[in-house]
């Protein structure tokens, strides 16, 4: 029996020495990293193909059947709810002819059945019949318990369920570390727990995937400006953010920039409900994340676990940036809300997100037009030989006593968006699990 | 509502009056002058077509098998919109401030109309009228976007002539194939 799943060919682009094309010391980034289809092509090997990817939340598979498609990388895969009320990820991808087996976006089922040869594959992705099976009756390679959709590692962490395609990825707890203190903000600040709301927005930006990773992680510093105009309407005057109580923090190429206001962010949704349940709700905050992680429940902040899963505390979107080429992403959005917080508050937050985080959104809609055109202005070769500058806060390293991770102070700094490129120079210099450092 | 993923419906009925050929032209004439305020971006023009409680819902839809029994379109998931008018004059709102750096240059907006239907509602001065509107947007020197759905208005005659009480757009994108969508549909 031959194993039907073949090992990564190394990309050509593993000639380039990945730490000189991001100068983290310095704050230097190439821009060829924003544009070159060699370096695309070996970031869905050694990132995406390699890292723990968000698939979904546990809310959306409340029964058995339950099932949502999406993608790890460029690669489709399926998350489906078993009998047994395991969620399983597989390749959504017929291991016959190879095409595409689950053609909606999600829904409720008993099986996956390709259309081409009727191959019928169940909720675990296991082949489960073929059409007219007795026609194998005499193939000796004809073995359904080798043929089924190829089955990624699932892990999940307060309701968030995540995915990988590498056996030799370290543990989910480990991969997140002590990240998992500032994801707790917004995922265990309630003991009820935390669900997603029923659906969800896609849109496609002709940007490199990384340009909004780098925004989530750690860019404060472009809100007082390119979203000049929705803080005008919203608020009649500026976006300011508060130097002394501030910091940025990451680990491993996480990382959130964030303020201690408690309700920065949430003002934006125009919803004063809201902001009433933050205040209301701050001292049962502090039982279960402590005083200072109270303070970040609904603050002025953005977070991006790597590689391409972000969030906003007090906005509660929560998006993954999906890879579609070197210069395009889809872009796919939820909103999360306490579980047993009241219906009136959930209804809140759904409308105020689209008001500011959908692609109709006063915010958002600046976003995509700055990574789109910090993209394809790297089109040019004169244009691709000027590094970007990203030395902001290069001497603002500190000491926190209860943060863990690298802390900075103040949140308009480059520091985060430089450990994100860190980890990324390491993922993509190294061949294996084993030589990826710690950070 | 007006879109459903199953083909196992019961029949549509007949018409049970129609509008007259005049109010026909009454409608279209309404409906033209409203595309071309929104190409035009003049919103307080437009918001002044509206009632004051008018509402204005564009749902995401999901591409679902026809067995599910949910529907491609359903209230209370998330929309692009789904906005009182003043939520609405709120989103617009920003687009007039100076800083709005990514409406300058403004885009290039037409609103086409088409398909447009008129069958009486329930109130006495209320029709249902539904149309087919394309968005074509074009920006900066190559980005073109074209954005179509399926209209639902319910359109009420009043002494200040025709105003919106409701309109629902089902758009047949389910990824919104544009990085934004800064007109209304």
Same mark, same amino acid.
């Given at each position: 029996?031959?194993?039907?799943?073949?090992?990564?060919?190394?990309?050509?682009?593993?000639?380039?020495?990945?730490?000189?094309?991001?100068?983290?010391?310095?704050?230097?980034?190439?821009?060829?990293?924003?544009?070159?289809?060699?370096?695309?092509?070996?970031?869905?090997?050694?990132?995406?193909?390699?890292?723990?990817?968000?698939?979904?939340?546990?809310?959306?598979?409340?029964?058995?059947?339950?099932?949502?498609?999406?993608?790890?990388?460029?690669?489709?895969?399926?998350?489906?709810?078993?009998?047994?009320?395991?969620?399983?990820?597989?390749?959504?991808?017929?291991?016959?002819?190879?095409?595409?087996?689950?053609?909606?976006?999600?829904?409720?089922?008993?099986?996956?059945?390709?259309?081409?040869?009727?191959?019928?594959?169940?909720?675990?992705?296991?082949?489960?019949?073929?059409?007219?099976?007795?026609?194998?009756?005499?193939?000796?390679?004809?073995?359904?318990?080798?043929?089924?959709?190829?089955?990624?590692?699932?892990?999940?962490?307060?309701?968030?369920?995540?995915?990988?395609?590498?056996?030799?990825?370290?543990?989910?707890?480990?991969?997140?570390?002590?990240?998992?203190?500032?994801?707790?903000?917004?995922?265990?600040?309630?003991?009820?727990?935390?669900?997603?709301?029923?659906?969800?927005?896609?849109?496609?930006?002709?940007?490199?995937?990384?340009?909004?990773?780098?925004?989530?992680?750690?860019?404060?510093?472009?809100?007082?400006?390119?979203?000049?105009?929705?803080?005008?309407?919203?608020?009649?005057?500026?976006?300011?953010?508060?130097?002394?109580?501030?910091?940025?923090?990451?680990?491993?190429?996480?990382?959130?920039?964030?303020?201690?206001?408690?309700?920065?962010?949430?003002?934006?949704?125009?919803?004063?409900?809201?902001?009433?349940?933050?205040?209301?709700?701050?001292?049962?905050?502090?039982?279960?994340?402590?005083?200072?992680?109270?303070?970040?429940?609904?603050?002025?902040?953005?977070?991006?676990?790597?590689?391409?899963?972000?969030?906003?505390?007090?906005?509660?979107?929560?998006?993954?940036?999906?890879?579609?080429?070197?210069?395009?992403?889809?872009?796919?959005?939820?909103?999360?809300?306490?579980?047993?917080?009241?219906?009136?508050?959930?209804?809140?937050?759904?409308?105020?997100?689209?008001?500011?985080?959908?692609?109709?959104?006063?915010?958002?809609?600046?976003?995509?037009?700055?990574?789109?055109?910090?993209?394809?202005?790297?089109?040019?070769?004169?244009?691709?030989?000027?590094?970007?500058?990203?030395?902001?806060?290069?001497?603002?390293?500190?000491?926190?006593?209860?943060?863990?991770?690298?802390?900075?102070?103040?949140?308009?700094?480059?520091?985060?968006?430089?450990?994100?490129?860190?980890?990324?120079?390491?993922?993509?210099?190294?061949?294996?699990?084993?030589?990826?450092?710690?950070? | 509502?007006?879109?459903?993923?199953?083909?196992?419906?019961?029949?549509?009925?007949?018409?049970?009056?129609?509008?007259?050929?005049?109010?026909?032209?009454?409608?279209?004439?309404?409906?033209?002058?409203?595309?071309?305020?929104?190409?035009?971006?003049?919103?307080?023009?437009?918001?002044?077509?509206?009632?004051?409680?008018?509402?204005?819902?564009?749902?995401?839809?999901?591409?679902?098998?026809?067995?599910?029994?949910?529907?491609?379109?359903?209230?209370?998931?998330?929309?692009?919109?789904?906005?009182?008018?003043?939520?609405?004059?709120?989103?617009?709102?920003?687009? #007039?401030?100076?800083?709005? @750096?990514?409406?300058?240059?403004? !885009?290039?907006?037409?609103?086409?109309?088409? *398909?447009?239907? $008129?069958?009486?509602?329930?109130?006495?001065?209320?029709?249902?009228?539904?149309?087919?509107?394309?968005?074509?947007?074009?920006?900066?020197?190559?980005?073109?976007?074209?954005?179509?759905?399926?209209?639902?208005?319910?359109?009420?005659?009043?002494?200040?002539?025709? #105003?919106?009480?409701?309109? @629902?757009?089902?758009?047949?994108? !389910?990824?919104?194939?544009?990085?934004?969508? *800064?007109?209304? $549909?």
């Amino acid at each position: 029996m031959v194993d039907t799943l073949q090992p990564p060919v190394a990309a050509p682009a593993t000639d380039f020495d990945f730490h000189r094309l991001v100068d983290v010391e310095a704050g230097w980034i190439d821009r060829r990293i924003f544009w070159d289809e060699g370096i695309y092509q070996l970031e869905l090997e050694r990132i995406f193909a390699r890292c723990w990817a968000f698939v979904g939340h546990e809310s959306q598979f409340a029964a058995p059947g339950d099932f949502v498609t999406t993608y790890i990388g460029q690669d489709a895969v399926i998350v489906a709810k078993d009998r047994r009320g395991e969620v399983n990820v597989f390749l959504n991808s017929c291991t016959h002819r190879g095409n595409r087996v689950c053609f909606a976006e999600t829904g409720s089922t008993r099986q996956f059945t390709c259309n081409f040869h009727g191959w019928a594959f169940g909720l675990d992705g296991g082949l489960i019949s073929a059409h007219e099976e007795h026609h194998y009756s005499r193939c000796a390679t004809f073995d359904k318990s080798k043929l089924g959709l190829h089955r990624a590692r699932t892990a999940t962490y307060k309701g968030l369920i995540f995915a990988t395609f590498d056996p030799e990825a370290p543990s989910l707890d480990e991969y997140l570390g002590d990240y998992r203190y500032y994801l707790d903000v917004l995922l265990d600040n309630d003991p009820g727990g935390t669900e997603f709301l029923d659906g969800n927005v896609k849109s496609r930006l002709r940007c490199n995937w990384k340009f909004a990773a780098e925004n989530f992680v750690g860019d404060a510093y472009h809100a007082g400006w390119t979203h000049a105009s929705a803080a005008a309407a919203l608020f009649q005057r500026d976006v300011k953010v508060n130097p002394a109580h501030s910091y940025q923090a990451n680990i491993n190429g996480h990382g959130t920039e964030f303020g201690l206001d408690l309700f920065g962010n949430a003002m934006a949704l125009a919803e004063p409900e809201v902001v009433e349940y933050l205040k209301e709700n701050e001292a049962r905050f502090a039982e279960r994340l402590g005083k200072l992680r109270s303070r970040m429940v609904g603050a002025m902040s953005s977070s991006n676990v790597f590689p391409n899963l972000a969030y906003l505390t007090g906005l509660n979107t929560w998006r993954v940036w999906v890879p579609k080429g070197p210069h395009e992403i889809e872009l796919n959005t939820w909103v999360l809300v306490n579980r047993d917080m009241p219906k009136r508050l959930k209804e809140a937050y759904r409308r105020g997100v689209s008001r500011t985080f959908s692609p109709t959104g006063m915010f958002e809609s600046d976003d995509g037009e700055n990574w789109e055109h910090c993209t394809h202005s790297n089109a040019g070769v004169v244009t691709r030989r000027q590094k970007l500058h990203y030395g902001l806060g290069l001497d603002s390293r500190m000491e926190h006593e209860e943060f863990p991770g690298a802390v900075y102070h103040v949140q308009l700094n480059d520091a985060n968006q430089r450990a994100f490129y860190q980890r990324w120079a390491d993922l993509m210099s190294a061949s294996r699990w084993a030589d990826v450092p710690k950070r | 509502m007006s879109v459903n993923a199953t083909l196992d419906r019961e029949r549509e009925p007949a018409p049970r009056r129609r509008a007259s050929l005049d109010f026909v032209h009454e409608v279209q004439q309404f409906l033209y002058r409203e595309a071309r305020l929104l190409d035009e971006q003049r919103y307080d023009d437009w918001f002044e077509l509206m009632t004051e409680d008018f509402t204005y819902w564009v749902p995401v839809p999901q591409s679902r098998y026809r067995r599910d029994k949910k529907p491609t379109y359903e209230p209370g998931r998330m929309a692009h919109f789904d906005d009182t008018l003043t939520e609405l004059k709120l989103r617009a709102s920003r687009w #007039k401030e100076k800083t709005a @750096w990514s409406e300058d240059p403004p !885009t290039r907006n037409v609103h086409y109309v088409t *398909n447009i239907e $008129i069958a009486p509602a329930e109130g006495a001065q209320d029709w249902l009228v539904r149309s087919v509107a394309i968005s074509l947007r074009t920006r900066n020197e190559d980005e073109e976007n074209w954005l179509g759905g399926r209209r639902e208005d319910l359109i009420r005659e009043t002494p200040d002539g025709l #105003k919106l009480v409701r309109r @629902w757009v089902f758009l047949t994108q !389910t990824v919104l194939l544009s990085k934004n969508f *800064n007109t209304f $549909i």
